[in-house]
């Protein structure tokens, strides 16, 4: 009898670990979605620069450190970094060293993120130029450079103190 006791125990056992086991008489499946949303594209440029004294018919140039774009658009577009920059324009109004006598050359970017930067050295700055294009965009992405913005003054510029306004924008 002590056997069937047993087995009966066993059989018993295995029944109640079957049943602990067996899916339950309902379930309800909830799918739970999360956004990522996009952020926006910026650039950050220094407020002002002085260039280095210059007499007619020489050069002049300016270090500009720490220009960066932050891109948070969560995306894979591709963006570039353009400059342009106004007539130089002295106290006398009609003095003037003109913006195509300027040139931009920007430093290799240090970036963060999955994302190719390449800067592109441009002169004639009286319209838009590129001079940071960035390929190979997968997410959230930095490039911060230093630049170096010279001009050359015309042979018959007169003694004055010039100033223009160098543009930085992002597309």
């Known amino acids: 009898m002590r056997s069937i006791s047993r087995v009966s125990l066993a059989a018993a056992a295995s029944a109640a670990l ?3 086991l067996a899916l339950p008489a309902s379930a309800a499946d909830t799918t ?20 280095t004294a210059l007499t007619p018919g020489g050069s002049a140039s300016a270090n500009l450190t720490g220009v960066n774009v ?15 920059l106004t007539n130089f324009t002295g106290t006398t109004p009609t003095n003037i060293i003109p913006a195509t ?16 930067v390449v800067p592109t050295t441009q002169a004639d700055l009286s319209t ?8 190979a965009v997968v997410g959230n992405n930095t490039a911060t450079w230093d630049a170096v913005l010279s001009v050359t003054a015309p042979s018959d510029a007169l ?13």
């Open 32 to 51: 739970a979605t999360v956004q990522v949303a996009a952020g926006s594209l910026g650039i950050s440029a220094p407020a002002s620069t002085a260039l």
């Open 70 to 84: 932050t891109d948070s658009r969560a995306g894979t577009a591709d963006w570039t970094a353009n400059v342009s």
């Open 18 to 20: 079957i049943a602990s």
């Open 128 to 135: 838009a130029k590129t001079v940071q294009s960035a390929t």
């Open 101 to 116: 006598a300027a040139t931009y050359t920007p430093a290799t970017a240090g970036k963060t993120g999955t994302v190719t």
């Open 159 to 171: 003694a004055d103190t010039y100033t223009a306004v160098l543009t930085h924008s992002v597309l």
